[in-house]
């Protein structure tokens, strides 16, 4: 008897916990950033090839350039054989000093010298000593004394734009993608946060923050060079994911102040949505 019952136990207990599982839903975010390269086209105009590139995380050369000099890290490949080989380099935007140089290290561990701007151990190089022109270079393995024409077509410009998507799971499988940017119309959103998520009835609410820089160019000693444009959100969807209400609203801005609304989100109760202030 104890046995069969013990069997009931552990039988109604596996049961409950596959259920929950069943059920289980969650929102989740993701920033998608654009400030990458993507190129392809062809080394001496026979050997066709794709690359990738993005901005390194330091400055590089004379301090005094601001963010004209910078590092860059990437990969290209040939097409025959896909394998990525990776390089290191830098580029310039100061007038009359405009260039591009891309090094594939000898020693991956090794990185850009930050005064020079330079690799010293490659094994071969893209360059473009002219201007800052990817579509443009020309190629060489470094024991070599000559370079070879290397003309690519641009298919992706980096670009400072971002785009923020929140997406909701029910039961383990993704069912709805909601585009933020494109809700609020903003571009260049570089934070965002959940205030609170829940289940009530048969919908599901998120409540959410999100902000961008008031200006894109660094320049923190411009107008609104420290400011920030801050927004609230609210979701509610149904069981399926299908969004049946929303609201976002400018919360602080400091290029907008006359279109910033008075409202708030009360926590733990995401499903009040944004509320006037008393």
């Known amino acids: 008897m104890k046995k069969i019952l013990w069997t009931k136990i552990v039988y109604f207990t596996f049961f409950h916990m596959l259920c929950i599982g069943q059920t289980t839903w969650n929102f989740t975010h993701d920033i998608h950033k654009n400030s990458f390269y993507k190129l392809s086209g062809m080394i001496s105009g026979k050997f066709p090839i794709k690359m990738y590139l993005e901005q390194d995380t330091f400055l590089c050369g004379n301090p005094y350039d601001d963010d004209k000099s910078q590092t860059l890290k990437g990969w290209y490949f040939y097409e025959k054989t896909k394998t990525k080989i990776p390089f290191k380099g830098a580029y310039n935007t100061t007038e009359g000093r405009e260039y591009i140089e ?5 020693n991956k561990n090794e990185n850009i010298n930050i005064k020079t701007c330079k690799l010293k151990e490659y094994t071969e190089m893209f360059v473009n000593q002219k201007e800052f022109d990817l579509t443009k270079m020309q190629w060489k393995m470094k024991k070599s004394s000559t370079f070879s024409p290397v003309d690519l077509i641009m298919e992706h410009r980096s670009s400072p734009e971002t785009k923020i998507t929140i997406s909701f799971s029910n039961g383990g499988k993704k069912q709805n993608i909601i585009d933020i940017s494109q809700l609020s119309g903003a571009k260049y959103l570089t934070e965002f946060r959940f205030f609170d998520t829940k ?3 048969k919908f599901y609410y998120a409540t959410f923050e999100f902000q961008e820089w008031s ?3 660094d320049n923190a000693n411009a107008m609104c060079g420290a400011g920030i444009e801050r927004y609230l959100g609210y979701v509610k969807l149904d069981s399926s994911g ?10 602080e801005s400091c290029w907008h102040q006359d279109k910033v609304e008075e409202l708030m ?4 109760f995401p499903e009040y949505g944004l509320v006037k202030r008393d």
């Open 215 to 217: 200006r894109q160019d």
């Open 199 to 201: 289940n009530k009835g």
């Open 102 to 106: 891309l090094f594939v290290p000898a």
């Open 265 to 268: 989100i009360v926590p733990g």
């Open 242 to 251: 299908k969004v049946v209400d929303y609201k976002i609203c400018l919360r």
